[in-house]
């Protein structure tokens, strides 16, 4: 099967449920192949994968790209809000944006959530024990994996409780006009836009009347004195904050509870030794990345593993499939928590590399040895559930 054909069969719902054959069969092709096409190539190798992500002269889907295939972008509200966030900002606006913004991600704030998580966890596994009682079946990304990080990152910034559900079919509504298909979704996307940035407006606005110790607060203020965010930098980094605080993480928990459910010694193993919880989870963005791709655009002519790359020129890069080449990975497809430098590119690398992966781990760290303790019973009841693309 060629590269290409590969590619499609990747789109399939078959494809998309379980990538990991057609992953095999382009490394076995070699770490990057040519295209023709939307990509210039396809970037599959650990190596290779890892080089385009930290080269500066790849860059993040940004205003200047977007602009040549979508010269009206201005017209979308959501499009306003992904390209003013640092995620679609190359060169010194994203580093000073990155400056400001990830400051406030510190391994002492994120540690100071701690108590936090585990509350919530706690809840939510006695609502799960309540549910269950009568032998129901559970939907685990309903009532855990959703809501978990949900309040975790509500909790950060400092959205109330109530208002924390309405916030995640907004966010998702916007990232699904980066998805393939995604010209139809306008509609909802903007609305969502709108409604997000009026709420976060509002909230601005309270803590700038009476600051308190979240993370909305301390963003208003960010840089004030000498080069303040402006007003929509602000409001399109509180939707990222939000985006990126509860859905690497809800694939996270999901992905990671298959694994384990799948693998019976392997959730004896944690049930037993809690300690192994941060070697677990790390093993758990390796083996099934919630992110399996991105994008990188070249504003140079340019080669990638001898691909000649010309400018202007977009590559695709399989996350899922660098964190499964074989060439950098022993046994790429077996669960093993063990692994010496365990380096997966699940949350990129270099510049873009994801600010909330602190927070992301330190989540599931603390709830997968809780999950295995309170429920060692737990068993799958479905199929197996589509990958995160």
């Not at 365990?342 to 949350?347: C, W």
């Amino acid at each position: 099967m060629s590269a290409a054909a590969t590619l499609q069969a990747l789109r399939t719902e078959e494809g998309r449920r379980n990538p990991y054959p057609h992953y095999a069969a382009l490394h076995a092709e070699g770490p990057v192949i040519p295209l023709t096409g939307s990509y210039a190539a396809v970037v599959h190798g650990y190596d290779a994968a890892s080089r385009v992500l930290r080269d500066p002269d790849f860059r993040v889907l940004d205003a200047e790209k977007l602009s040549r295939a979508m010269p009206a972008w201005h017209e979308h509200p959501s499009l306003i809000v992904l390209m003013n966030s640092m995620m679609f900002i190359n060169g010194e606006q994203h580093t000073r944006l990155r400056r400001l913004i990830t400051r406030e991600f510190t391994a002492r704030r994120v540690t100071s959530l701690a108590d936090t998580v585990v509350r919530q966890v706690d809840h939510l596994l006695d609502r799960i024990a309540e549910i269950g009682a009568d032998g129901a079946e559970i939907d685990f990304m309903r009532e855990f994996a959703y809501p978990l990080p949900s309040n975790v990152i509500g909790e950060l910034l400092g959205v109330p409780a109530e208002d924390r559900p309405w916030f995640q079919p907004h966010v998702a509504a916007i990232g699904a006009v980066l998805d393939a298909g995604g010209e139809g979704k306008f509609p909802a996307a903007d609305k969502a836009a709108a409604e997000l940035s009026a709420y976060f407006a509002d909230l601005v606005r309270l803590r700038r009347q009476d600051p308190r110790d979240d993370l909305v607060t301390v963003l208003s203020a960010a840089g004030a004195d000498d080069d303040p965010l402006t007003h929509e930098e602000l409001l399109s980094a509180l939707v990222l904050v939000f985006n990126a605080g509860f859905e690497t993480t809800t694939h996270l928990l999901g992905n990671g509870l298959e694994v384990l459910l799948r693998r019976p010694e392997a959730a004896r193993r944690l049930r037993e030794q809690p300690e192994l919880a941060a070697s677990y989870v790390e093993e758990f963005l390796r083996l099934e990345a919630p992110a399996q791709l991105t994008t990188r655009w070249s504003a140079v002519d340019t080669e990638v593993d001898g691909v000649p790359v010309p400018a202007g020129a977009t590559v695709l890069v399989l996350l899922g499939a660098a964190n499964r080449d074989p060439a950098r990975f022993a046994d790429p497809d077996e669960f093993r928590p063990e692994r010496p430098d365990n380096a997966h590119l699940t949350f990129s690398a270099g510049v873009h590399f994801c600010p909330g992966a602190l927070l992301t781990t330190a989540e599931a760290e603390i709830a997968f040895p809780r999950l295995m303790s309170r429920f060692p019973g737990l068993a799958l009841a479905g199929e197996r559930p589509t990958a995160r693309s």
